[in-house]
């Protein structure tokens, strides 16, 4: 069985309200006498479901599009509940206890915080998201040798209240500082249901748009058979 980990892109799809949204636009209709339905659609690359390369934080870093298809592909996912409020930064001790049971091999997090509910009120999931604070980004890379990508269920790393922060976090995780040998991506805005099966595998499907440093993306995982 295969479960969807991404939200669909539209014009609904929330975002930050000093930027543009998306807006997809008609250019050729069936209803109108044209030969064919045709639309373009413009976008940022940060809206929405979508993963952030090194290239994001780090001009030494990849891009999205320097990456292997193999390497969207991981198999030994975890997911981690951590439930947060409004605004709040994540630290090591929210991770410390879920991570005393997981097993430290894990190639992709699934972080779990229940934000993701608010998404349909734009403003609150936007502008009072949660966040990574740097302390727990270092904690994550220090004591997870092996993670390859973190996946979240609020818009960004980086909480609008903390954008420093933020700012901060994304860059130890994308190679910037101490861990320039190993950067992760980051995957924002993903969906995470609080009813997921066991699951096996994980594959990351980016847009691959040459010249982005990051792209939207879909995400969708292979669930383990019932026994």
Same mark, same amino acid.
């Given at each position: ?60 870093g990849r891009a999205i599009t320097d990456y292997q298809l193999d390497e969207f592909v991981f198999t030994r996912p975890t997911v981690l509940d951590v439930p947060l409020h409004e605004s709040e930064l994540i630290q090591p001790? %929210? ?12 190639? /992709? =997090? &699934? @972080? ?25 980004a270092s904690y994550l890379m220090a004591t997870c040798p092996a993670l390859r990508a973190i996946a979240m269920d609020f818009p960004s790393v980086s909480a609008l209240a903390h954008e420093e922060a933020g700012a901060a976090? %994304? ?12 950067? /992760? =991506? &980051? @995957? ?40």
């Amino acid at each position: 069985m295969l479960i969807k980990l991404s939200h669909n892109l539209s014009e609904h799809t929330p975002f930050y309200s000093s930027l543009p949204k998306p807006k997809l636009n008609q250019i050729y209709d069936l209803a109108k006498g044209d030969t064919c339905n045709s639309y373009y659609f413009t976008t940022s690359n940060h809206a929405g479901t979508h993963v952030d390369a090194p290239r994001h934080f780090n001009p030494q870093g990849r891009a999205i599009t320097d990456y292997q298809l193999d390497e969207f592909v991981f198999t030994r996912p975890t997911v981690l509940d951590v439930p947060l409020h409004e605004s709040e930064l994540i630290q090591p001790s %929210h991770l410390e206890p879920a991570l005393a049971v997981t097993p430290l091999q894990s190639d /992709i =997090l &699934l @972080i779990r915080t229940g934000f993701g509910r608010h998404r349909q009120d734009e403003r609150r999931y936007v502008d009072q998201g949660p966040g990574f604070g740097p302390d727990a980004a270092s904690y994550l890379m220090a004591t997870c040798p092996a993670l390859r990508a973190i996946a979240m269920d609020f818009p960004s790393v980086s909480a609008l209240a903390h954008e420093e922060a933020g700012a901060a976090a %994304h860059r130890i995780f994308l190679g910037c500082t101490a861990y320039a040998d190993r950067p /992760i =991506l &980051l @995957i924002e805005d993903a969906l995470i249901p609080d009813d997921l099966p066991t699951l096996q595998r994980i594959t990351l499907m980016p847009w691959l748009f040459d010249g982005l440093d990051s792209a939207p993306c879909t995400l969708f995982a292979e669930a383990a058979p019932h026994a």
